[in-house]
């Protein structure tokens, strides 16, 4: 990929507005071929699954799997306007969340909200539905749950933990993906059966309230601070030079 400068915090520290949302959407599109993109709200579940790792992650990692599923470069030849306006909006976009997450414990989910003006594209003939088998509810958030998922795919450590909590803070989001195997299904029904979710307005607020929380069960470890152990004991001043001179340290190799 080739360099492109970086906004400064400055210019980092307002949200995006609903028309940079669909400016956002359509430079993702126009990422140059065969590469594959994320869209404007597969990214927004990837950022918050960027923001609650257990460890923090420079926006140079975590970048190109938004361009590229698998994280493949960008050409070098690649359009640089192009290059730094998407970036300065994706930058915008990560900084306002995770402010919103660490300050408040709240944000707004960019996610589909399908009725008769905005109904789902119809699936190509052959093809299989994604959504198949999701409720209207979670059809709507599936692709902001999936972007969630791709972060957590590509770095595992917030999936590893081995902590129940964040399985359970985990699960409440990936509800709302098409559930694959049997362990899921009974997952999904259980919290359908104790935790069932009305409307798109509850489901969005349970998903936002499990994001807070892993932020919450990962801050500590996202902000440790690893101790420097030393190799050999600390040489005081007056204890004898580890050299075998006989002198103390402080007349020997210890003269400052």
């Not at 190109?64 to 470069?73: K, Q, S």
């Not at 640089?80 to 995770?98: F, G, V």
């Not at 595992?156 to 989001?173: Q, S, T």
Request: charged share 25%.
């Amino acid at each position: 990929m080739p360099p492109n400068p970086l906004p400064t915090n400055a210019a980092r520290a307002h949200d995006l507005t609903d028309a940079e949302f669909a400016e956002l959407d359509d430079l993702l599109a126009a990422t140059p071929e065969p590469l594959e993109p994320l869209d404007a709200v597969m990214l927004d579940g990837y950022l918050c699954g960027v923001i609650v790792q257990p460890v923090l992650l420079e926006s140079a990692t975590w970048l190109a799997h938004v361009f590229d599923f698998d994280g493949t470069p960008l050409p070098d030849e690649v359009d640089a306007t192009w290059l730094a306006r998407t970036t300065t909006l994706i930058l915008r976009r990560h900084a306002a969340l995770n402010r919103a997450i660490e300050e408040d414990g709240w944000f707004d989910p960019l996610v589909l909200e399908f009725d008769d003006e905005h109904p789902r594209e119809p699936v190509a003939e052959g093809e299989v539905d994604p959504m198949a088998g999701l409720s209207p509810i979670s059809q709507s958030l599936m692709p902001w749950a999936a972007g969630f998922q791709h972060a957590t795919v590509v770095f595992p450590d917030l999936a590893e933990m081995p902590d129940d909590a964040v399985m359970a803070a985990l699960a409440r989001i990936y509800r709302h993906l098409p559930a694959e195997t049997p362990e899921e299904i009974e997952v999904v029904a259980t919290l359908d059966r104790e935790h069932p979710l009305a409307t798109l307005e509850d489901a969005m607020e349970d998903m936002v309230v499990a994001i807070a929380d892993l932020q919450d069960l990962t801050r500590e470890q996202r902000y440790k601070v690893e101790t420097v152990k030393r190799e050999t004991p600390k040489v005081g001043r007056n204890d004898p030079c580890p050299c075998g001179s006989g002198k103390k340290f402080k007349q020997c190799h210890g003269i400052s």
